[in-house]
């Protein structure tokens, strides 16, 4: 319970560690995203290596799943490491938040994963 | 690889949606005769099923949380349930639809790196279909707005556009493909059983957008084989006198300036081949009924038909003049 | 709640507090109202110039529905149905359904918080005022055959000047351009808003939903909407001046468009459901009387659904021919974006369940619950067209257009008739009626499903979308006919609710009809057109529901900042994350200038579209000084010293640098201007992939030498060092140095220089930006970076003037701050560009 | 003091709208007595008279401003405006070799002499007169407005006209200024119809006046004679033609066109070709453009194709752009054919256009001989 007294304080609570703490998960994910499809286009169009499309994609893939996998094994090492208070007002409420953001990257990741093994790499799309 | 038709699932939805298969038209993907749309079918069906569930499940858990009995209220009440049904039962849904519809799109792409025998190369215009067949002798055939196919027979489709984005789609035998200005698209498609079906440009072109379509003719491939040769000689003689007389005002008027009939010194490559127009199931890009009479409304009034189209209106001739020419036209089977 | 609770201030309060709080707060009168900056005033205002787009736009709807009802019908022609359907999807999503998100933003958001107002009420106002003209002009070129005809997506080639000659189009590109300018503004008042002046206690886990919901939103027009900006400029750039863009021809590539549109357009999607979800989940509650099931697996679906919907613009363009791994990725993102969905409605569904009693069966409610059956079919369809295979089917046809229809006006429309039943007790004096009420919800139930769902079959069975007509015997004829016909009923139920708004609809600031539904949040304090009389110290998420004597607190004055002070509007800024009160900030009352500001940027580009490029220009300055004169006022100085709030804090007046509002709303800014940049960065390399052969140096004319990037990065790099001097110079309160107003001129003399440079190094090798999309895309970074240099220029002018009036000193210096902070970020986008255009190709060729 | 200050308003708005009833009032009765004369042969009050002349002044001015005056230095351009000036103006103002009629001379306002008019108006209040008349004076407007090709023709003319004498005048209105030219005189023997014709458009020894005036002879017989029918029921737009054609009975118009058809041509163009131009009308002529769906020009135009397509060899370049010009603003479309030229004009560049109409005027018209056969047979 917050009391009056608490607001003569000042804030604990560094925005930018809060935000990169919670939305650390989904910048993964869209880190991952970037980088797949990124890399897709640009070797098909360029290169035109189905092998080295798959290579590629398989290791950013695995890389980043096992990242996140680390975030949600110990998520208060990963809060700590950002520096994120444990002062501040319902800490625990971020902690829930940032695990559940983390888990659905995850399976986000998984299904890009997914389209990796069943998909050929530079097929084109029929 | 190949998967069933699927008739559990149409079974499920057709008690749920007795309309859908009275409605199945021409151009229904709902009637699939190509061995894509036969693929995309049970997803379609499997995927409808599964959303129909879903939609169902919700509204009996509203009704539950409304009316229910307090048990029930505080069962739904939990962090349980929301975990369970807000996380854990849509990842195993959708993990398994997602599968499903990377199996079918990897069979697509195996598919479309195939060899092929046949290719026809359709490209969009303002707002009509070029068709170009190769010809026996290897040689370009021009068609226009009508597709052939051999039935059992894989075709690759080179879709491709001069102007604007079209989108090439024939319902009952695959999925769209775009048609973009500076690229080729390209799509291995199979007639599955010999039928007419009727397709439709998807991408909004602007202007007459909505009249351009055209009809896919799925034939035994000996009697493709007959069509191809025939599509690929000249245009016959008139026999009739007035045919003969059409002809006449069909160059004296320049009709030859846009439109080509092969054999003929007509060599115009704007608007579409009419070498065996006559032939066609339709005219103005699946708009009329191909006879004497279309034409003639056509060439005094396309631009009420099709609004917009390149073609000027030819309102200059008198009633002789033009059921000659229509007449001709006609001729040219 | 028998505890003894402990409050900031004494009751009774001094006689004349009330009194000065009321002046200054006082509305306008007369024609002067148009000047009002209340948020309460504006914030109706702006809503319902939203609403009346949705009726008109709804008018069109209409229109087409009857064209459609039978076969081969011309009661409309090809033209005008094509201008109408383009009308009608921009109108809904540029003109209403974005700018009434933003206008319950504007209007519940201060409301919510407790605050007095957003912390820049001029903004608010110059946005709405903007939006207002654009937007009535926009919409009218439907009157008199000059509206654009390209589709709401507007792709080229069809929109470039070959194939859509004449204004039509540049209607759309500058109208609509515009139109995000404004959306962007109203998005940093709602950022800075919500993360700095809620009440003091109300940490980020105790915000109402709807804060959140309006943080996520904000934050994704951020990111979103300056794409489809890039993608304006470039299409116009290329209609007016032939720089191919989007011309395959000469390198580019009428994709590019689509990339660009989708990165806003598939977010625009969820950037209109959010706050609507927002608002669910603030209802959904009240009804239930029970605090929402799931607060925080709501929040993560909120933050989810924003990251999620910018994976997915893809989605658009499955049937494109882009390769199928690729779109596998895309369908990944688009099945990973529906969990969010998923858990909102479970959350809400459990509340329900949880209910006081039993859930309460209003007009709201009815809206909530149509709303929950309409959205899960949306969803459920969104996932089938989430499918790359199933899509290839239904793309582009009326499949589509059922789902999209079920999503937003499941997802929008019917939480917004929700939030008008609901929330108008708080702004008028009578409620809606609740007999009306359940006509106007049966008949926009019944009628929408009957309109929209047969259409999934009709798309099936092979219509394809944006057709004025279609032949007879396709089968199509029948549920064609349903479709109008139930589009007529829809029509009803919003009719009648237009007449309910009229009998009872009386907007006031003092004597609402209070809170009929005894909700818990702090919207429903009682309140004046100073908002709450005192701003409450909040320790929970429903503080009306806790303690049920605040409401008589606030009214008494006993919690923070009961008066007015500094005898100005003001309210208190608190920190981010816990919300500790940290500053007073002062805040404009009425005035002319963002007035005049919005009307003439309007104006100037309005103008544009028509080609009267001198009187635009003319436009465009009166409204750049107009804007200067606004900017002049706004920095009141140090003067009034400190204030006690209440409790014995006693917080400063004046706040310059990292902690204030101000420099929050510069860095949201940049964060705009970067994505904007970001955009433009893919676009440079999607262009090199496309068409890698007319990249210099083998397409095109060699690069300039190296002696210009480098002697470009050295003019950015001394100009940034006489920035920071600048800061280390500025004398104390009262002080001179006479060194100020020539190192702000040389800091922007060399922005300028190493602009023109840049160009010129570029001129000399011969490259031009018509020759090819290289050429083209080299000049377009010179573009960009000429908005941000000229900004520069035009603040750092600013803060010389305010050095010269003797208003800048080491304390009061906001003038310099904001100046400072954007050229920092200046250089940084220019350094980040000179390596882009002068070393890419080096690298890549 | 706000009291106060709506009560004085509210007087003064009174009192306005008093006066205007009572003016009006009084303005009604006036015009109902019939106690205004408005005999011609009565002339205005003095006050009258400038009020008059300082309105239709300043109406001339302002109306006039952003009228673009093209050159008119060219002395052909003149002189078709003196033929039409003989033909449409000189029945009420009469020619410096002539006298004004006097029963024209009795109008009120009598037209006036043209011979200072050029001193009085700038060239483009000159054209804004001609064009759209002046109301109240007996003054016409242009009978096609669209054509202000035509009307600066006429401008050119009166541009001219102060420093001419009766002689100049003759010359520059190739001999029809002389005798008595008060009204349309056709002549009653066979030529002399002819012979107003060739006044402009030339004959086997002259060519045409002026290029907007095309030579006719070997035109094709057919079209001639819709195009003087098209002249005459307005069809086809134009203040010159349209004046005779009307003029004419129809037999006489299957006349002429029988005639013209028949006729030698005038000699062979002559200037400086553009090889360049010619060689790439010529390749649009013969092939079309294919990307801008421009078809080819000879395929209507060329030989062997419908008596009612003009052929367009030996046709000044002047002409061929103008009137494509008249059909991409939609000037002709009243004309069933025009409807097939509009698109095409559309989608010609001013370049092609230029193109075009350089290749077809370094044609050489031979009547009867096979100038252009497209390859191939039928």
Known sequence: MTKLDDMRRPDRGNMLAVLLFITAGPLLWGLHLTIVYMAHTAVCALAASPGAATAILAIVTVALAVLLMLILLDQQRFARLLKVSQEIAERGSYDRIAFFLTLLSLAGILWSGLAVTILSSCAPGR | MRFGKGWVFRAIALSALPGIASCSGVQSALSPRGVEALRIDPLFWTSAAVGLAVTLMVVILVAAALYGPPRWRERLSGDRMLIGGGIVLPIIVLTGLFTYGLLVMQAGAVRGEQETDATVTITGKLWWWEVVYEGPDGKAVLSANEL????????????????????????????????????????????????????????????????????????????????????????????????????????????????????????????????????????????MSNDAQAFARWIVDNQHIKPENKMPPFGQFSEEELSALAAYLDSLE | MNEVRELPNEAPRPANELEELERAWKLPTGFRLITAVNNQVIGILYIGIAFLFFLLAGVLGVIMRTQLAVPENDLVSQDLFNQIFTVHGTTMMFLFAVPAMEALGVLLLPQMLAARDLPFPRLSAFAIWAYIVGGLVFFSTIFYDLAPKGGWFMYPPLTLKEYSPGDNADFWLLGIGFIEISAIAGAIEIIVGVLRTRPPGMSLTRMPIFAWAMLIFAAMIMIAFPAVILATMLLEIERSFGWPFFTADKGGDPLLWQHLFWFFGHPEVYIIFLPAAGLVSMIVPAMARRPLVGYRLIVVALIGTGFFSFGLWVHHMFTTGIPALSLGFFSAASMAVAIPSGIQVFSWIATIASSKERFRITTPSLFVLGFLFIFTVGGVTGVMVALVPLDFQVHDTYFVVAHFHYVLIGGMVFPLFATFYYWIPMVSRKMLSERLGRWVFWLMFIGFNVTFFPMHITGLIGMPRRVWTYPDGLGWNTLNMVSTVGSYILAAGVALFVIDLFLRFRPTMENNAGDPWRAGTLEWLPTGAYSARSIPFVTSREPLWDNPNLGTEVEEGRHFLPGAPTGERETIVTSPVDAKPQYIIRMPGPGW?????????????????????????????????????????????????????????????????????????????????????????????????????????????????????????????????????????????????????????????CLLAAFLAEVWGH?????????????????????????????????????????????????????????????????GQMLLGLVLVHGFPRLAG | MRRFDRRWWRAVALGAALAIAGAGIFGGLFALSGLYNVAASREHFAITNAIIRLTLTRSVETRSMGVEVPDLSDERLAALGARHFAVGCVPCHASPGSKQNPIVAEMYPAPPPLTEAAEKWDSEELFWIVKHGLKFTGMPSWPALERDDEIWALVAFLERLPASDAEDYAALAGGQGEGDDTSLDFGDGEGMTEALCESCH??????????????????????????????????RPSGMMQT????????????????????????????????????????????????DDVPACLACHGEGTSAQFPRLDGLAPEYISTQLSLFRDGVRQRSTYSAIMKPIADRLTERQISDLAAYFSSLPRQPGTAFLRPEGAR
């Open chain 4, 202 to 235: 030339g004959n086997a020894d002259a060519r045409p006046v002026h290029p907007l005036a095309p030579a006719l002879a070997g035109q094709k017989q057919a079209y001639l004679l819709r195009a003087l029918e098209e002249y005459a029921d307005g069809k």
């Open chain 2, 148 to 287: 052939r196919l051999p039935v059992g027979r894989p075709v690759r489709l080179r879709l491709e556009s001069d102007n604007v984005i079209h989108s090439f789609w024939a319902p009952q035998i695959a999925g769209k493909l775009d048609m973009i200005p500076g690229r080729t698209n390209e799509v291995v498609v199979e007639a599955t059983e010999p039928a007419v079906s009727r397709g439709q440009c998807a991408e909004y072109c602007g202007g007459a957008h909505a009249l351009m379509a055209f009809y896919v003719v799925a034939m035994a491939q000996a009697e493709y084989d007959a069509w191809l040769a025939r599509e690929a000689g000249p245009a016959v003689e008139p026999v009739s006198e007035e045919a003969a007389r059409g002809r006449e005002i069909f160059f004296e008027h320049g009709c030859g300036a846009c439109h080509q009939v092969r054999g003929t010194e007509a060599r115009g490559v704007i608007g579409p081949d009419l070498t065996h127009v006559g032939s066609r199931k339709s005219l103005a890009a699946g708009m």
């Open chain 4, 244 to 291: 005779i054609a009307t003029a004419l009975a129809h037999d006489e118009l299957a006349r002429l066109a029988g005639h013209y058809a028949q006729a030698t041509s005038s000699a062979a163009p002559v200037g400086n070709p553009d090889v360049l131009a010619i060689a790439r009308g010529e390749q649009i002529a013969r092939n079309g453009v294919r990307e």
């Open chain 3, 593 to 749: 200038a963002h007035l005049v500001a919005a009307v003439f940027m309007a104006a100037a580009f309005l103008l544009l579209t028509v080609k009267l490029v001198t009187i635009a220009l003319i436009c465009a300055v009166i409204s750049i000084a107009a804007c200067i004169v606004w900017g002049w006022q706004l920095d009141h100085g140090p003067g009034k010293g400190e204030v006690d709030i209440g409790a014995g804090i006693k917080l400063p007046t004046y706040m310059a640098g990292p902690r204030s509002h101000a420099w929050w709303a510069m860095a949201v800014l940049i964060l705009v201007a970067s994505s904007l940049y970001i955009a433009y960065v893919f676009s440079y390399l999607y262009l090199w992939v496309v068409s890698p052969e007319v990249w210099a140096p083998h397409g095109s004319p060699d690069l300039p030498g190296f002696g210009w990037p480098l002697g470009t990065a050295l003019l950015l790099i001394a100009g940034t060092g006489s920035m920071v001097l600048v800061r280390r110079m500025l004398p104390a309160p009262g002080g001179r140095e006479p060194a100020i107003p020539p190192m702000l001129a040389l800091a922007a003399g």
């Open chain 3, 763 to 827: 001129w000399m090798t011969g490259l031009r930006p018509a020759q090819n999309s290289y050429g083209a895309m080299v000049y377009m970074a010179s573009v960009l970076n000429f908005q941000v240099v000229f900004a520069c220029v035009v603040l750092a002018g600013f803060a010389i003037a305010r050095y010269l009036t003797g208003k800048l000193d080491a304390e009061r210096r906001v003038g310099y701050e904001n100046a400072a902070l954007l050229y920092y970020y200046a250089a």
